[in-house]
């Protein structure tokens, strides 16, 4: 079992940025993806990274947002550039597997283990 604890969510005005960061012990040969969920709607992917460092990321967030991962630290980034209100969530990391190292999707019923989130308000 992957145990995962994100960090890094807060206030942010619109056009800025944020770091957040995911603590996942034991992921190192699993896909990590982060999702957000805003209030009444549902969770949705924003970015994932396969074990081998593969990247993917949903059409709204391409070229704004950027994924990293330091499997000897055990942590994920999701570097965000640009943010709008749109963007106000609380933003969860998750671990899944796939047995293709370079594979992740943005679905979230691949990812079995997730944290408790953190939550990101984008707002003057």
């Known amino acids: 079992q992957v145990q995962l604890v994100e960090s890094g969510g807060g206030l942010v005005q619109p056009g800025g940025s944020l770091r957040l960061s995911c603590a996942a012990s034991?992921?190192?040969?699993?896909?990590v993806g982060w999702f957000r969920q805003a209030p009444g709607k549902e969770r949705e992917g924003v970015g994932c990274?396969?074990?081998?460092?593969?990247?993917k990321y949903v059409d709204s967030v391409k070229g704004r947002v950027t994924l990293s991962r330091d499997n000897a630290k055990n942590t994920i980034d999701l570097q965000m550039n640009s943010l709008n209100p749109e963007g106000t969530a609380v933003y969860y990391c998750?671990?899944?597997?796939?047995?293709?190292?370079?594979?992740?999707?943005?679905?979230?019923?691949?990812?079995?283990?997730w944290g408790q989130g953190t939550q990101v308000t984008v707002s003057s």
């Open positions: 998750a671990s899944g597997y796939y047995t293709d190292s370079q594979r992740c999707d943005l679905v979230v019923d691949d990812y079995n283990d």
């Open positions: 990274i396969s074990s081998d460092k593969i990247t």
């Open positions: 034991g992921a190192t040969f699993y896909a």
